[in-house]
Every structure is written in structure tokens, then in C-alpha cells.
């Protein structure tokens, strides 16, 4: 099934999105990361989920064809998201998140959950703990532009993104010059966060599956383990041979397990002492 390119205007602003699928009851939200638009992190996998689901991937703002936001903040940028789910019309959403995106997908969720009916975190979603001296710097406007600008470019540059994926063949040309395009609304995100500040609200209380690439060298080996302690409930499933965006390198598998979890999900609940209940009423 194709997807369709679109614009929106969200509040005055223009959004790009891809949107594919339409007419299945469940609809997921796919939000990209830092290193790209959505269609450099989703186009592989788009058709594939759009034969069970309807499926909409907006470009971030400041992203790919989305305009940046007026104000720069946490809160500002959650409310885009609450503000685009409202103009498709639809009551709730799957939020599914890799790197960045996983952690805006989380912090939506945990204030937004009668939006979010389960959630899907993908080589992402830690609340990051910010050293004081990035704090200090962000309060020099001119050092903290030029400080998450280099940090913007270091985190696209070639020798990042090799580490970030593990099937190369996934770096083509376009690959790296998207990611490279990306380098600045990507450092903005970041001093966003720094600057306004990450929500107290960080907990989503639904079901929470974490998908994990566990080749990718990009993010500490101990981020996994923290964003499921971190979650009551959280569900991990690693993917072998695989780096920070198994959407790209493995959309077979990906889209498999998104499916497989959304399915059980769906399944009316069992109880395991329906059987022995059963037998004893049987044999009484």
C-alpha cells in the first residue's frame, strides 16, 4: 500500500507528513529521530504497516518540509503533537519513537494517556541527566548556540552515523546528506531541552514495548536496561544484528514485532484459572 505525501497547518504553522493505510481502525504515530526527516527513518517500513494499520509520520518541526516552532520549548513542542493527533480527528494513537522521537513519544504519553493506548520506544526514550555545566552554558546565549550547533554537527557527521547503524548498506548518499541537513533543527531540539526543560510527567502508565537494535554503539549499553526499570510494565525485545534504527536495517523484523505486540494487545484477556476451575467442576 503507497503512502501519501501531505501538509497540514498545526496552529499556523505548516506540517509535512506522510500518511498511509487509511481506513484500519488502529492508527500509529511514527516519530522520527534526530538524525533525519521521517522519511529517511520511516519510508522502509511504511507500506509494510500500512497493511494492518492506518499510520501517519509527521517531519518534526523545523524538520524536513515542517516548519520550526515560534517558541522553542519542551512543552510547546508536546503540544504540536497533542495539536496534530486532534486534526486527524482521532481520539487515540499508538505513539512509536526511535532515538529523540522515543523520548518525546514517552513524554506525550505520560502526559497525554488517554491519547496513547500503548507505546513503542525504539533505541531511545531515557530521560537524559544533564551535567550542571551544560546548564551553565545554555545560560550564555551566544556559547550555548554555538556549544549544541557543534554538538548538532558531530552527531550527524559520517564517523556518528557508522557507529549509529550496523547494516551499512543503510548509509547511502541520501542517508548521510539528510542527516547532515538535519544538523541544526537537531541541535535546536537539544537546546530546547536543556533551555525549557524536560516535563516532571515522564512516566507513560500503558503498555510500553522497547525495542532494541543491540549493535548500535551509539547508545550506552545500559540505556536499555534504565528505560525499562524506569517504566512499570516495559516489555524489552533485542534484535540481533542490528544498530540504533532497525526500522532501516531490519523492516521485515521491525515491522514483525510492532505487529506480534499490537496483536496480543488486541486479544481479549484469559485467565489462567479458567482451567483448573474447569477441571474441578468437572470432576466434583
Known sequence: ????????????????????????????????GGMGDAELYWEPVLHILAESFHVLAPDLPGFGGSQPLPVNRTDVLLHWIKSFVDAQHLEQVVLIGNSFGAL??????????????????INGGGVPDLPSFIKWIDKIPGLSTLVFAQFGRMTTNPAALERLIHIKTVLTETFYTTAKQASRPYSNMMQMLVHSGIPSERTP????????????????????????????????????????????????????????????????????????????????
Open 205 to 284: 502508565l500503558v503498555p510500553t514495548l522497547i525495542l532494541w537494535g543491540i549493535e548500535d554503539t551509539f547508545t550506552p549499553p545500559g540505556d536499555c536496561d534504565a528505560i525499562q526499570a524506569s517504566i512499570p510494565g516495559a516489555l524489552v525485545t533485542e534484535i540481533a544484528d542490528c544498530g540504533h534504527m532497525p526500522q532501516l536495517e531490519t523492516p521485515d523484523v521491525f515491522t514483525w514485532q510492532i505487529t506480534t505486540f499490537l496483536e496480543k494487545l488486541s486479544r481479549p484477556p484469559t485467565t489462567a484459572k479458567v482451567g483448573p476451575k474447569l477441571l474441578r467442576k468437572l470432576s466434583g
Open 104 to 121: 518525546l513519544v514517552r513524554l506525550f504519553a505520560a502526559a497525554n494517556p488517554k491519547y496513547a493506548p500503548a507505546v513503542i520506544l
Open 1 to 32: 500500500m503507497s503512502s501519501q505525501e501531505k501538509n497540514i497547518l498545526i496552529d499556523g504553522i505548516n506540517v509535512h507528513y506522510w500518511e498511509a493505510g487509511q481506513g484500519h481502525a488502529r492508527s500509529l504515530l511514527l516519530i522520527h
